[in-house]
Structures are given as C-alpha cells and as structure tokens.
C-alpha cells in the first residue's frame, strides 16, 4: 500500500462551531477559550521540516503527494503524529548522517 492511500485511509475531520467573542452571559466558549485549541493543532515548522525530511528519506518526491501529506499533517492529528513518529524514528539524528 502507498503512503498516500495510507494516509487517506485514516479519513476524518473536525469541525468547531463558530463562537462569540468574549460577550458575557452567552452560553458556549468564547473566542478566547477556543483560541488555544486552534493553535495547538497547526503543523509547527520544526514538524513541516521534520515530515518533509522523512518523505525524501523514503524517495517520496511527488509533489502532489507531498503536498496531500502536509496537508493532511496539518488537519489531522493523528496522521501528524504518525507522519512525525516515522521521521523520528527511521531518520538518523544529525550527528550520525555523517558515518553513514
């Protein structure tokens, strides 16, 4: 199986429901509760990096499939820690990439 059909595989999505900014006495969050959750999901550059060091790693150079594996990376959870797990793991760190 490809990497790409493994990672749309895992298909899903969340979605937030739109809040009010930080009016008193409205029920649900407001933006400054959701606001974090938001940020904690996004793709830091380190990870970018790190992902995109793994795909060369494994020869994945097609553009489209590197471009569906950020995306996907970035909208899904799981699929960023899978992706990133990999790279951790089957990429030598730094310092030994010179012995190899």
Not at 1 to 7: D, K, P, Q, V
Not at 79 to 96: F, G, S, T, V
Request: charged content about 25%; proline content about 5%; glycine content about 4%.
């Amino acid at each position: 199986m490809t990497l790409s059909a493994l990672i749309r595989k895992r298909e899903s999505a969340t979605a937030t429901v739109a809040t009010p900014a930080t009016q008193a006495g409205v029920k649900g969050g407001t933006v400054a509760n959701v606001a974090g959750v938001a940020v904690a999901n996004q793709l830091l550059a380190e990870e970018e990096s790190a992902v995109r060091a793994w795909l060369a790693h494994i020869k994945e150079t097609d553009p489209a499939t590197v471009t569906e594996v950020i995306t996907k990376c970035q909208r899904d959870p799981q699929a960023r820690a899978y992706c990133l797990e990999q790279a951790r793991c089957e990429i030598p760190p730094e310092n030994d990439r010179d012995f190899e």
